[in-house]
């Protein structure tokens, strides 16, 4: 049986590592996210993921990096509260089938509470049918667009935390 880890990514080894599997993420769409300011993102890189309104997450199995997800501020709402986004929720195609999305999913959203945060929020395409049923799964509703995408069918969706 693998050894499966799940970490908060703070070293300079385990940023460099969750940036990799994020360009392997961007890398294995059939789509740009150019329009996500990508580029922008992986040259700042934590960036908007940074302490302390952020955080990332890498999955390592038997050591080895093999998935990784992000979360950052998204807005702050007069109504709910502060709100954040989780982003780029990715497992490397080797480490497929050993339910690394959802424990990735999982501590991205316990350290969104942690953080003191409302809401997460996320955006996906509806190509991306497994994903959506582990977010469906997890109790996040679909809600209205938050943002205009230029993506082929954005599907936007919330999880209250608090």
């Known amino acids: 049986m ?3 880890t799940i ?3 703070r ?3 385990d940023i460099a590592a969750v940036k990799a ?3 392997g993420y961007a890398r294995s769409l059939n789509f740009d996210l150019s329009s996500q300011n990508f580029d922008q993102e992986m040259a700042t890189f934590p960036g908007c993921y940074g302490e302390p309104e952020g955080a ?3 999955a390592r199995v038997d050591g080895m990096p093999a998935g990784a997800v992000g979360l950052r501020l998204q807005k702050r709402d007069a ?3 502060v709100i954040c986004e989780m982003k780029r929720l990715y497992v490397c195609d080797d480490f497929r089938g050993l339910g ?3 424990k990735l999913a999982e501590a991205i ?3 969104g509470a942690n953080i003191g945060y409302a809401a997460m929020r996320l955006d996906t395409v509806a190509a991306m049918s497994e994903a959506i049923g582990l977010y469906r799964s997890m109790g996040f509703q679909e809600i209205d667009p938050y943002y205009n995408s230029i993506l082929e069918n954005p599907e936007y969706y919330q999880l209250m935390l608090s």
Do not use: H, N, W
């Open 2 to 4: 693998p050894r499966i």
């Open 7 to 9: 970490i908060e990514a």
């Open 11 to 13: 070293s300079v080894e």
């Open 21 to 23: 599997i994020f360009l």
């Open 56 to 58: 990332l997450m890498l």
């Open 79 to 81: 109504d709910i509260g």
């Open 100 to 102: 690394l999305g959802r």
């Open 109 to 111: 959203i316990r350290q």
